[in-house]
């Protein structure tokens, strides 16, 4: 079967896909090649994929770490499923808690239950090929002998140090003789090695009922913070499944909630009612609908979406077809409106892996905000994830703070199937950038025919909130003109960062394409 889409290049970014049987994307190119080995030692697609994800926990600390949260969707070769990895918030964590400030965005008391741990042993024991310790090796080596800092990392480093410099452990870990690496400097760190080994030997038992649990623990009490070793003993991954859309033919694949991947599938219902491939590609036009039809999806989202156990309705209600069309006929085609929840009646880093036998894993992992709570437990080098900070302090609202509970989550690993067939593993890493980029990537390859490197390269808005949008270079100025003509207030880009990077593996008859966003230092190898 030909390829449905054009294999034409025309942004200039100097970045080809990789063609191969079994192949990795993601947005460093060490973490890359750890999955390419586990390829060369016999492994399968998850083989790959965990040991892409535990050796990102070290060459991109600035999005991840072993504290660090997951989720992910594996196509098995017959049927897909959905892992939701992500913690919840511990015991301690009622209303009266926090009080009206709510969540705090760093520390402590911003930490939930980090699950990434977890989503490593998962998905090997359900999938893995290899000796579980294997898929640590390239990490520990890393650890003990260093790496050499990779450029964007290095500059996000930078960025990112001032924000955490205070927080407990921070300095100590990733500040080394008191700043932060240069690009091509070494970086070593020994104790996030030995702490990988110990998870490695423990099939992760060490770091929610054994020694790290401990650590995490005394630390969190000398630092004003909830977390106990109770609530580490509690956690559990759930395969969830996932929840569908359907685009142009496709199916897409997002996890339900409490991740926003329904922000991308309501989006696209909503696109489904326009002519979208007779709007020029990047053209004022294009762009304005993807925009309106992503505001009132997060309106919907803001009000609605929780841990689905909170949910005032199910997920489904959001994405039936006649409630999509409702919400299309709010559009202005020449306006930009404020958007408001319906009615409905009834730092992060991605990777993707797939194998010659046909297993795809579309995976993503992330501390939240870059470093994420810059809380480091000593001698450990666990950094710590600031997911509780998505939670909110407002009464009654579904994703009010509480014990025991999972808050809304950015972080979405999508997947396209067609006919029942697995097409597309892809994810756009960036916060709220995430389902934004879902739907315009899915743009560009089912309207417009773009290949999926193409898609990955072409320029990206962003919606930031109310008719404030962030557009990329490269879109012309006749469509930044338009927009500017209908409403849209364009607000000033000072870090080209927050576009997000996409990672993304098309399945071919013989084989696969596998593209990585040239916004990052990433890369997509093959064996």
Known sequence: ?????????????????????????????????????????????????????????????????????????????????????????????????????????????????????????????????????????????YGRNGFLVSSTVSRQWAAQAPVFTGQPGFAEAFLPGGRTPKPGELFRFPDHADTLEKIAASRGAAFYRGEFAEKLEAHAIANGGAMRVGDLAAHRSDWVGTITGTYRGYTIHEMPPNGQGIIALIALGILSHFDMASLPVDSADSVHLQIEALKLAFADAQAYVADIDDMPLPPERLLDEEYSRERAAQIDLEHAKPASAGSPRGGTVYLTAADAAGMMVSMIQSNYLGFGSGVVVPGTGISLQNRGSCFLAAQGHPNQVGPGKRPFHTIIPGFVTKDGAPLLSFGVMGGQMQPQGHVQVLVRIADYGQNPQTACDGPRFRWVQGQQVCCEKGFPPATLDGLRGRGHELVPVNDYDQFGSCQAIWRLDDGYVAASDPRRDGQAVAF
């Open 1 to 141: 079967m030909t390829a449905p889409f054009d294999w034409g290049f025309p942004y200039g970014w100097p970045r080809m896909p990789i063609l191969g049987r079994n192949v990795v994307a993601t947005s460093q190119p060490l973490a890359a090649q750890a999955g390419l080995r586990m390829f060369a030692e016999g492994g399968n697609a998850v083989d790959a994929a965990v040991a892409t994800a535990i050796t990102l926990t070290l060459v991109e600390p600035v999005s991840n770490g072993i504290g660090a949260d997951a989720f992910a969707i594996v196509w098995d070769g017959t049927r897909l499923h959905g892992l939701n990895a992500s913690g919840r918030s511990p015991a301690a964590w009622t209303p009266e808690y926090f009080g009206a400030n709510g969540v705090p965005a760093l520390g402590w008391n911003s930490v939930t239950v980090p699950g990434a741990v977890s989503a490593w042993t998962e998905l090997h024991t359900k999938f893995g090929n290899l000796p579980f310790e294997r898929l640590f090796e390239p990490a520990i080596t």
